[in-house]
């Protein structure tokens, strides 16, 4: 058999070992994602303030309103799968609650608007920093007024409500974020009956499948875990 001589076989030998080692090394590159600012991670917090608006209903007793006020807003994820995460989420809105009758607009009492919430956030794309993502839960909204200067109370009510949400996390380390928002929130009264029921009874009555649409828009921080 003929033998390569010596100085080609030298020169050769690093070359095919090169070649054996390549594709292997190239895969394991591939393999390897660009660092993100989001790594993953197997929970995340998130505390924001935004600015809510709306909710109005028509009752009986004239149409209520509350006025646009701050929204303070607490959101924890848990990760299901990669680009897919559990939403708990829960907000509070210090507003005023009027009523619009044909003699004009009276105030009636402060309220509180609640909202408890679980559902899913997807996160179809990311680019660098930047999580972009979609919210829809669904859960409960409680509408509390509290006892108004005349010593009267209203009482309070519980709906059903779903939230839809949309917005990004810009993502200033591994484990620190901006999280901006915009949100639709959607209570709704299934069956007609009372509304705002307290010790002297209810408000007035709604309609069943009544909606009362309010959105906020804002933002706040995130922390990943």
């Known amino acids: ?100 009758q044909p003699f004009g607009i009276q105030e009636l009492a402060p309220m509180g608007v609640h909202y408890f919430q679980l559902g899913g956030r997807y996160e179809p794309v990311r680019s660098g920093k930047l999580t972009p993502f979609i919210v829809a839960t669904a859960g409960a909204t409680l509408f509390d007024a509290q006892r108004n200067t005349q010593g009267i109370d209203y009482g309070s009510s519980w709906l059903f409500s779903f939230r839809f949400a949309g917005g990004a996390t810009a993502w200033l380390t591994s484990r620190l974020g901006l999280r901006g928002e915009v949100a639709l929130l959607l209570p709704i009264q299934w069956s007609g009956g009372g509304f705002l029921c307290g010790a002297g009874g209810c408000y007035g009555t709604v309609a069943g499948g009544t909606s009362i649409a309010q959105g906020t828009a804002g933002g706040g921080l995130s922390i990943a875990f």
């Open 1 to 100: 058999m003929h033998r390569l001589p010596r100085p080609l076989l030298s020169r050769i030998t690093p070359l095919l070992v090169g070649l054996l080692i390549a594709p292997g090394h190239a895969e394991a590159q591939r393999g390897l994602r660009p660092v993100h600012y989001q790594p993953e991670p197997r929970l995340a917090l998130s505390a924001m303030v935004t600015y809510q608006w709306g909710g109005a209903i028509n009752t009986s007793g004239g149409r209520l309103t509350l006025d646009d006020t701050e929204n303070f807003a607490g959101v924890l994820n848990f990760n299901v799968r990669p680009g897919a995460k559990a939403e708990l989420y829960y907000s509070y809105q210090p507003t005023t609650l009027r009523v619009e």
